[in-house]
């Protein structure tokens, strides 16, 4: 089933309407397996309200410390805020993802809209790629050219891929559930049904932070067509080691030292630089009243994690640009994802760290800049099939994002050998 000539055999005729956020997309489907192209387009009031809250922002007093212990400091949020208010410029997002092929469809009563490209190249083997918090599509969409066009960008036409990004429900311009049970197995499965729906019988699943998360799901589930997963923030830690870190307890004797590397990492997530996840996982909705309501308070919630999470020693422009970050941050205000997107961490309210059992084909790619850098001799324990396992010397939390050329030849490499 090739999904352009399904989606023009719907469309054919069908009205454009203005949905209630304010985002274009094709009148209702004719049926709930349908698949309809998508177009953005904000409408210039949303920007404007956003640059008037942005001017009409107070601000708290400076930290007391001169590092980030406290949080972002406040010198290099104005300036983020400031640009953000002034020269930054929507439209040139828009268009980036205006220029990809964006459809819409609908799986369980929630639309899930989806970026879906297709390799020139034959037998490209087909990839559902999922993004993570407080990221979106806008994690992925640089990798799409080295995956699908590997022969531009110093692959081979065997290394192709066919690409299929999904916003996650409550994020980006997906649905947002108005009821619970939209949880990370109910991501997995639907996932897999949007891979068949279009017309996909075999195909593999990669990601980072959720997206990790959904596809060791996915592997968890084995339906039917997956062939493997690849994951670059792997679930490894052995059942002893969580434990000593839930209890704030010592690390165990006898570990080595990429072991203890990882559990002082974990233990530094525990006590200082979890409290982000505690909110979601506890009090999404009344977090959400403060975030929706204030673009400074939503940039600066989300440039914290970035300036910690990138392989940057805290400074996320130096592995990211200004505007990239703001194209992320801009997103989630105006689809107003902030509470709908916290959701899934109350929906999941599980460690996504602990150690999984997982028995299909399995690559890990570990990066240096990750929460932890997972051992081989625990990957190994927990990904019982581990047909690649690889450590980077770049790239961070934000991997696909930051490293885009060197996170597509790690794919290309970790699923060579399940290519058909």
């Known amino acids: 089933m090739k999904t352009q000539s399904l989606a023009g055999t719907i469309i054919a005729g069908a009205l454009l309407l203005l949905s209630s956020s304010g985002f274009t997309q094709t009148a209702a ?3 709930s397996t349908s698949i309809r192209p998508y177009h953005i387009s904000v409408p210039q009031s949303a920007i404007t309200d956003l640059r008037k809250r942005i001017e ?30 002034t020269d930054y410029d929507w439209r040139k997002a828009e268009a980036k993802l205006n220029s990809l092929p964006q459809f819409i469809t609908t799986i369980d009563g ?7 490209v297709r390799s020139k190249h034959k037998n490209a083997l087909p990839m559902v790629l999922t993004h993570g918090w407080p990221g979106s599509v806008f994690e992925l969409i640089k990798i799409i050219g080295p995956l699908t066009d590997p022969t531009k960008y110093g692959g081979k036409a065997e290394d192709a891929f066919d690409v299929v990004i999904p916003s996650m429900p409550g994020y980006g311009f997906s649905g947002k559930p108005t009821d619970t049970g939209w949880d990370a197995d ?27 998360v959904v596809a060791d799901k996915m592997a968890i589930q084995q339906p039917k067509g997956l062939l493997g997963i690849h994951v670059n923030m792997p679930a490894t830690v052995p059942a002893d080691i969580a434990t000593a870190l839930k209890n704030g307890e010592p690390a165990p004797s006898g ?20 409290g982000y996840a505690a ?25 914290d994690k970035m300036n910690e999470w990138t392989y940057s020693g805290g400074d996320a422009e130096k592995s990211l640009t200004r505007d990239e970050i703001l194209d992320d941050i801009t997103l989630y205000w105006l689809t107003n994802s902030a509470t709908s997107s916290a959701q899934l961490y109350w929906e999941n309210n599980a460690n996504n760290f602990n150690a999984v059992d997982i028995s299909i084909p399995s690559a890990v790619t570990v990066f240096p800049g990750e929460i932890y850098q997972a ?17 980077v010397n770049k790239g961070g939390h934000f991997a696909q994002w930051e490293e885009p050329q060197l996170f597509a030849e790690e794919l290309r490499a970790a699923f060579k050998t399940l290519r058909k």
Do not use: C
């Open 186 to 212: 109910h991501i997995a499965k639907a996932w897999d049904i949007l891979m068949k729906r279009l017309g996909y019988k075999n195909y593999v699943s990669s990601g980072g932070d959720w997206g990790s």
């Open 29 to 31: 489907p004719l049926s």
């Open 56 to 85: 009409l922002t107070r601000w708290p007093e400076r930290e007391t410390v001169n590092d980030q212990s406290q949080g972002v400091k406040l010198d290099r949020i104005q300036k983020l805020v400031k640009y953000w208010g």
């Open 279 to 303: 909110m979601m996982v506890t009090r999404p909705q009344t977090l959400g009243y403060g975030l929706s309501d204030s673009p400074a308070g939503l940039a600066a919630f989300f440039y």
């Open 255 to 274: 570990l080595s030292a990429k072991e203890l590397a990882a559990f002082k990492s974990l233990n530094h997530l525990y006590t200082k630089g979890g």
């Open 110 to 116: 929630l639309d899930i809209q989806f970026v879906h």
């Open 375 to 391: 051992p081989k001799s625990w990957t190994e324990k927990a990904y019982h099939n581990l047909i690649y396992f690889n450590e």
